[in-house]
């Protein structure tokens, strides 16, 4: 797939093994994040937020092109910018 900029993207680098932290509590087994998504923190004004499960850096693509701090950082649409967040019932 492609980002907005024609790069070239893979969704995450998913390392199975080496989990660093294991999580205490998750209704999936430790992967809530890869199954649901991400639970976001506010979006910051500059379009970044974080994860409150995972702690990744999370940045919206729509704001900012790339994450300011980390480049390993996952892309997701912010509120104002997710399209299908808009209206649920069709
Ligand atoms: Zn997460
Ligand atoms: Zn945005």
Known sequence: MQNLWGENV???R????ATPSPQPYSITG????EVLGHSLNM???SGC????DCH???F???????????DQAVPVLCERH?????????
């Open 56 to 58: 990744v850096n999370i």
């Open 43 to 45: 979006f910051d004004l």
């Open 14 to 17: 998913r390392r199975k093994k």
């Open 60 to 70: 919206c693509p729509r704001c900012i092109p790339i994450h300011p701090r980390d």
């Open 30 to 33: 430790g992967n809530d994040c």
């Open 10 to 12: 893979r969704l995450r």
């Open 82 to 90: 997710e399209e299908r967040a808009v209206q649920h019932a069709v």
């Open 49 to 52: 937020t974080t994860c409150m």
